[in-house]
């Protein structure tokens, strides 16, 4: 029932899982999220879900991470005020 | 409590969660044999009543339109307090700022782009555009919609900003069309499910003709919703990213750059 | 094998749910939160996965052939974009705890001042 395509799908996207979380430096999971949006939308295609995929991919990565670069921006930039 | 108290006390309960998640899992229909009655229906039914080949988009927008509602509300209250929590922290910033002594204005800040990135954003922005509003209106018949087709059209404002500088987004876009699009796009969702109230009996109803099934104007309502979704989307995630970016870039602005 | 979709939405949401509690740095729980929410997402597909089925759009296949659920499928398409306003929210309200705290450490919250 389960095809090969949605397996190795499904096993890169647990690994993808696991390595957003255990990278710690919010500007590396930046990059580390994208590509996980991008695993995430493979996946769901592999699942016969094109209108969520083209959702995910939009979203995951490209909206999500580029939030979380300007949230770091600001962050760092005030951080330099402060000294 | 300490920390190291608190991870000793989430170890075991997060053993003991997994596990009973797993044991529910199980209880599953085996992957692949999906038992309930009502995707079966709609497959079968969806396109000879409605006239609409993509049926994710008929059951987003017409069986459950009332769900779809709901998730519109919730995408406006985010941009809401979005808005809401970054002015506060504008206005204090711009007070702060101003007792600094810093005379770089918005103009020395940022770097002018090379040529070739401009000429090929430039060269970007159109299709983009197009693809977007393809995308949105043809969301009945191909995978696609309001929710996608928005995205693709925010990404058409980043292709603005990236390839040229923060003023020339902010003059294709300023924040009060931003919002009243965004605005109204939630407002004609809901006032298109009053049309159906009053016009057929039930909110949400969908009562336009169908028409013929894989032309542009079928799926009776669900053109207009799509159109309705896209504009909240596009408005709400470029409200976000002009937000987010005028903290990072307007911070040293006193009076800021109101171009 | 046919557990795996089950077993792989169980394991997001204990690695999520592992990073948001040992956490130090706001923006990296938020993240993890992505997480969390993207094995909803992965439970909800692989409900309505029917096998050897096809993408519910008609266009090209004809009426009567085996479509996967679509009803699955418009749950997670909205939720995928709505989760991605509500992670906005939160960015702002870790930009907001900035600004008040001085720090990005949840445990530190509350703590120090500005």
Same mark, same amino acid.
């Given at each position: 029932?389960?095809?090969?395509?949605?397996?190795?799908?499904?096993?890169?996207?647990?690994?993808?899982?696991?390595?957003?979380?255990?990278?710690?430096?919010?500007?590396?999971?930046?990059?580390?999220?994208?590509?996980?949006?991008?695993?995430?939308?493979?996946?769901?295609?592999?699942?016969?879900?094109?209108?969520?995929?083209?959702?995910?991919?939009?979203?995951?990565?490209?909206?999500?991470?580029?939030?979380?670069?300007?949230?770091?921006?600001?962050?760092?930039?005030?951080?330099?005020?402060?000294? | 409590?300490?920390?190291? %108290?608190?991870?000793?006390?989430?170890?075991?309960?997060?053993?003991?969660?997994?596990?009973? =998640?797993?044991?529910?899992?199980?209880?599953?229909?085996?992957?692949?044999?999906?038992?309930?009655?009502?995707?079966?229906?709609?497959?079968?039914?969806?396109?000879?009543?409605?006239?609409?080949?993509?049926?994710?988009?008929?059951?987003?927008?017409?069986?459950?339109?009332?769900?779809?509602?709901?998730?519109?509300?919730?995408?406006?209250?985010?941009?809401?307090?979005?808005?809401?929590?970054?002015?506060?922290?504008?206005?204090?910033?711009?007070?702060?700022?101003?007792?600094?002594?810093?005379?770089?204005?918005?103009?020395?800040?940022?770097?002018?782009?090379?040529?070739?990135?401009?000429?090929?954003?430039?060269?970007?922005?159109?299709?983009?555009?197009?693809?977007?509003?393809?995308?949105?209106?043809?969301? %009945?018949?191909?995978?696609?919609?309001?929710?996608?087709?928005?995205?693709?059209?925010?990404?058409?404002? =980043?292709?603005? *900003?990236?390839?040229?500088? *923060?003023?020339?987004?902010?003059?294709?876009?300023?924040?009060?069309?931003?919002?009243?699009?965004?605005?109204?796009?939630?407002? %004609?969702?809901?006032?298109?499910?009053?049309?159906?109230?009053?016009?057929?009996?039930?909110?949400?109803?969908?009562?336009?003709?169908?028409?013929?099934?894989?032309?542009?104007?079928?799926?009776?309502?669900?053109?207009?919703?799509?159109?309705?979704?896209?504009?909240?989307?596009?408005?709400?995630?470029?409200?976000?990213?002009?937000?987010?970016?005028?903290?990072?870039?307007?911070?040293?602005?006193?009076?800021?750059?109101?171009? | 094998?046919?557990?795996?979709?089950?077993? +792989?939405?169980?394991?997001?949401?204990?690695?999520?749910?592992?990073?948001?509690?040992?956490?130090?740095?706001?923006?990296?729980?938020?993240?993890?939160?992505?997480?969390?929410?993207?094995?909803?997402?992965?439970?909800?597909?692989?409900?309505?996965?029917?096998?050897?089925?096809?993408?519910?759009?008609?266009?090209?296949?004809?009426?009567?052939?085996?479509?996967?659920?679509? +009803?699955?499928?418009?749950?997670?398409?909205?939720?995928? +974009?709505?989760?991605?306003?509500?992670?906005?929210?939160?960015?702002?309200?870790?930009?907001?705890?900035?600004?008040?705290?001085?720090?990005?450490?949840?445990?530190?919250?509350?703590?120090?001042?500005?």
């Amino acid at each position: 029932m389960i095809e090969a395509v949605q397996i190795a799908a499904l096993l890169v996207v647990a690994a993808g899982g696991t390595a957003v979380v255990l990278v710690r430096d919010p500007l590396r999971q930046a990059v580390v999220l994208s590509f996980y949006g991008l695993v995430l939308g493979v996946l769901f295609f592999a699942f016969q879900a094109p209108d969520v995929s083209l959702s995910q991919i939009t979203v995951g990565s490209v909206g999500v991470p580029l939030m979380l670069l300007l949230t770091i921006a600001k962050v760092r930039k005030r951080e330099r005020e402060r000294e | 409590m300490s920390r190291r %108290a608190r991870l000793w006390m989430f170890a075991p309960a997060l053993a003991g969660m997994v596990a009973l =998640l797993i044991w529910g899992l199980t209880g599953l229909p085996d992957f692949g044999h999906y038992r309930g009655p009502y995707g079966k229906v709609l497959a079968k039914v969806a396109v000879p009543e409605r006239k609409a080949t993509n049926v994710v988009a008929s059951t987003t927008f017409d069986y459950r339109g009332f769900d779809t509602l709901g998730e519109e509300m919730i995408l406006f209250s985010a941009a809401l307090g979005l808005v809401v929590l970054l002015r506060e922290l504008r206005g204090e910033e711009e007070e702060d700022e101003e007792a600094d002594d810093d005379e770089e204005g918005i103009e020395g800040r940022e770097e002018r782009t090379s040529d070739a990135l401009r000429i090929f954003g430039l060269g970007l922005v159109g299709p983009t555009v197009v693809l977007g509003i393809y995308i949105v209106s043809h969301g %009945a018949l191909t995978p696609g919609g309001g929710f996608q087709g928005g995205l693709v059209l925010v990404t058409a404002l =980043l292709v603005v *900003y990236l390839a040229g500088r *923060y003023a020339a987004m902010r003059r294709v876009s300023p924040i009060p069309m931003l919002e009243v699009g965004e605005a109204g796009g939630a407002t %004609a969702f809901a006032l298109i499910g009053l049309g159906g109230l009053v016009i057929a009996g039930i909110y949400m109803k969908n009562f336009i003709d169908p028409g013929t099934p894989k032309t542009l104007l079928s799926g009776g309502v669900i053109p207009l919703l799509n159109i309705s979704v896209g504009l909240e989307v596009a408005g709400a995630f470029a409200l976000a990213f002009t937000e987010f970016l005028d903290q990072t870039l307007l911070l040293r602005g006193s009076g800021g750059d109101e171009s | 094998m046919s557990f795996l979709p089950y077993a +792989v939405a169980a394991w997001l949401f204990g690695v999520g749910l592992y990073g948001v509690v040992t956490s130090r740095n706001l923006i990296h729980l938020v993240v993890c939160l992505t997480v969390v929410q993207s094995s909803t997402y992965v439970l909800l597909l692989a409900i309505g996965y029917v096998g050897a089925g096809k993408a519910p759009i008609f266009a090209d296949i004809p009426q009567g052939t085996t479509v996967v659920d679509p +009803v699955v499928q418009a749950l997670t398409l909205t939720d995928v +974009v709505v989760e991605a306003a509500v992670v906005a929210l939160l960015l702002a309200l870790v930009m907001q705890a900035h600004k008040r705290f001085g720090t990005l450490d949840p445990d530190e919250l509350g703590v120090m001042r500005a």
